[in-house]
């Protein structure tokens, strides 16, 4: 299993444990974390899935792919660890892993 820690805009954390193979858009989504949406069912073509990489952690989820950057591109709160997470697939190498996510916008 892999453990993901998640930090909402209030700075609450929630932990939870899935099976790696998943992404972090979809193991939020299904343990009811709050502040991640997804509009394209997590086929990277609506940024609704935003999230901010823990400074620690960024190494280890790799880079955005030409299509995620460019979706990214459009946000106005992008900054340099965003990512969008159902671009993030959950290995045990990401086991401990921190998201922040944001408050959604109105
Ligand atoms: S869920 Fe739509 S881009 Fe991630």
Do not use: F
């Not at 805009?9 to 949406?37: C, L």
């Not at 609704?48 to 979706?71: F, I, M, Q, R």
């Amino acid at each position: 299993m892999v453990k993901v820690t998640y930090v909402d805009s209030a700075n609450v954390s929630r932990t939870i444990e899935v099976a790696p193979g998943v992404s972090v858009m979809a193991a939020a989504r299904s343990n009811d974390i709050p502040e991640i949406e997804s509009d394209c069912g997590g086929v990277c073509t609506c940024a609704a899935c935003h999230v901010y990489v823990d400074p620690d952690w960024v190494d280890k989820t790799g880079t955005a792919s030409k299509v995620e950057n460019g979706l990214l591109s459009l946000q106005e709160t992008r900054r340099p660890n965003s990512r969008l997470s159902c671009q993030i697939t959950l290995s045990e190498a990401l086991d401990g892993l921190v998201i922040h996510t944001l408050e959604p916008e109105e």
